[in-house]
């Protein structure tokens, strides 16, 4: 009899189990690669649609550019531009497959490579996606 209970005990328990599993995995899963291209650029795949993350990045832009700038945005193909900590910034969104979209980010300061904004941008966009 306690074989049975045990038994019922673990089967009642698994659904919930593998749910937590699941629900903690949809975090972690988001991101498929994260990388930087050279000194100023970062790129980013993501498991979203291309208008979600377009729609997402233009307000990540427009909370972290900086005060009296305004940003360029690009319908097509997607771009935007702005002054960020000082650093000529470039963000670009495109459609990799159904579901998964490309995030590039771009920074030069004084005309020199600025991974260091490029990699806070992509910070912020992959953190407000999330």
Same mark, same amino acid.
């Given at each position: 009899?306690?074989?049975?209970?045990?038994? %019922?005990?673990?089967?009642? =328990?698994?659904?919930?189990l &593998?749910?937590c599993?699941?629900?903690?995995?949809?975090?972690?899963? /988001?991101?498929? /690669?994260?990388?930087?291209?050279?000194? %100023?650029v970062?790129?980013?795949?993501?498991?979203?649609?291309?208008?979600?993350?377009?729609? %997402?990045?233009?307000?990540?832009?427009?909370?972290?550019?900086?005060?009296?700038?305004?940003? =360029?945005?690009?319908?097509f193909?997607?771009?935007?531009?702005?002054?960020?900590?000082?650093?000529?910034?470039?963000?670009?969104?495109?459609? /990799?497959?159904?579901?998964?979209?490309?995030?590039?980010?771009?920074?030069?300061? /004084?005309?020199?490579?600025?991974?260091?904004? &490029?990699?806070?941008?992509?910070k912020?966009?992959?953190?407000?996606? %999330?």
């Amino acid at each position: 009899m306690t074989r049975s209970l045990v038994r %019922s005990t673990f089967a009642l =328990t698994l659904p919930f189990l &593998s749910g937590c599993a699941l629900v903690a995995g949809a975090g972690v899963g /988001y991101v498929v /690669y994260e990388k930087a291209l050279n000194d %100023s650029v970062h790129e980013a795949q993501v498991k979203d649609d291309v208008d979600t993350v377009w729609a %997402s990045v233009q307000e990540t832009m427009g909370f972290l550019i900086d005060p009296k700038t305004e940003l =360029t945005v690009r319908t097509f193909p997607r771009s935007i531009q702005a002054r960020v900590d000082g650093a000529d910034v470039v963000v670009e969104v495109e459609t /990799y497959d159904i579901d998964r979209t490309i995030i590039r980010v771009r920074a030069e300061k /004084y005309l020199t490579h600025d991974g260091a904004t &490029s990699n806070e941008v992509m910070k912020a966009i992959l953190d407000r996606l %999330s």
